[in-house]
């Protein structure tokens, strides 16, 4: 990220000057100052279980006793294996391989190589290319960072970056110009087909996208029926569909994969931030059968690294992936995220910035905008969300402030991604100081104030 990035840290600041982290408990971080913080993005909707889960903890300090990580390519373990299990019975029976590494980047550049490896296999070297959307964010190494549209993240590296197709964002709140808000799943979709047969499909390897749009548009679910649509245009011309679930899959969203939602299954799937739930770094791929044996064929996925099914990584993993089966988390995510949304939108229903309130689960965000009516974002210099996130961060509360969601230059949005265990009383929190926040500094801008 770069100091014109307003997400450079979740109070939008730089990161000279931060405080200092000294320990966590549950939903709350405390600085070295004393000063304590509800965590209510969970980072960058990482911490999935908050901070120092006893269960967590003792399950990394066990395996710390026994080896910290077996080499990969030397030894499996029984702490990867049994991830392995967790996370095949809870994708469902389509995908049966999976490729551990070390974080979402690198989850989505394997997701890219398995693609190109899968066309490559069967003999299809002319599938090279991408296919993205605007106003996505797939990750920080080179591969991820060119399928994705940011553009304040991007420029620096522009130039050295694999050439892909970008498609237009699918946001029904801010379609495309010229189609109406109920067609936009229809007109998207129809984007894609057009693309495929522009560029020839022999030339297509992969569709990339997140089901549910994270950092780049502020959590944007796709209208109902893209993911289906998408699903038939793919297949129809053998191009693989990688759904990149690093910031909402593994529960965020109410399911485990985003796209049960949706009824659809990828070909290819990233996951990573809930996953370990920030405890070790941790990533995975995972791959339908249908994509592994071809892969198998030919030896096997050709990615990995030194710290592929890191031993410990893999244990913490499957601590935190069972007491959120055990504890029934994914589905009271799924009931109290609703709870959450509407709780937020009656708060903020009076303050005439507050464009819209959208998500799915524990995964929200809130757009804000210079004229409620024509949905006219702030101009960038505002820094508007950057603004809340400083304001609600001095109150006690940390969000995730994100902009140039609009045209990479403007837009500003605010996720809030609590942990799965967040109590009642710790969502009213969040509902109450985000409220407080916004509040605050909309009403310290001339142009717009709460409307009474």
Known sequence: MTRRDPSWNATGGSLEGLPRVAWGRGSYVFDAGGRRYLDASGGPAVFCLGHAHPEVNAAIEAQLHKIAHGYRYSFTSEPLEQLTAQLLAACGPEFESIVFVSGGSEAVESALKVALQYHSARGERTRRRFIARRRSWHGNTLGALAVSDFRARREPFEGALVEASFLSS??????????APGAVAE????????????????????????????????????????????????????????????????????????????????????????????????GATLYTRRVGAVLDADG?????????????????????QSVIQRDGLIARVRRDGEALRGALAAELGAVEAVGEVRGRGFFVGVELVAD???????????????????????????????????????????????????????????????????????????????AR
């Open 187 to 282: 007109s998207c979709a129809a984007e894609l087909e057009a693309e495929i047969l522009r560029l020839g499909a022999e030339r297509v390897c992969a569709f990339i996208f997140e089901p549910v749009v994270g950092a780049a548009g502020g959590v944007v679910p796709a209208p109902p029926g893209y993911a289906r649509r998408v699903r038939e245009i793919c297949d129809r011309h053998g191009v693989l569909m990688i759904a990149d679930e690093v910031m909402c899959g593994a529960g965020r969203t109410g399911t485990f994969r985003a796209l049960e939602h949706d009824g659809v299954v990828p070909d290819v799937m990233a996951i990573a931030k809930g996953l370990g739930g920030g405890y070790v770094p941790l």
């Open 300 to 320: 096997g996925p050709l990615t990995g690294h030194t710290f592929s099914g890191h031993t410990l990584a893999c244990a913490a993993a499957v601590a935190v």
């Open 170 to 179: 699918v946001n029904a709140y801010r379609p495309p110009e010229g189609v």
């Open 372 to 450: 409620r009516a024509t949905r006219r974002p702030f101009e960038a210099e505002v820094r508007l969300a950057a603004r809340i996130g400083r304001a609600a961060a001095d109150d006690g509360l940390l969000c995730y402030p994100v902009g140039g969601n609009v045209d990479g230059e403007r837009g500003d949005a605010v996720i809030l991604a609590p942990p799965y265990n967040a109590t009642p009383g710790e969502l009213d929190e969040l509902v109450s100081r985000f409220t407080r926040a916004v509040r605050s500094v909309v009403a310290s801008l001339p142009a717009v104030a709460p």
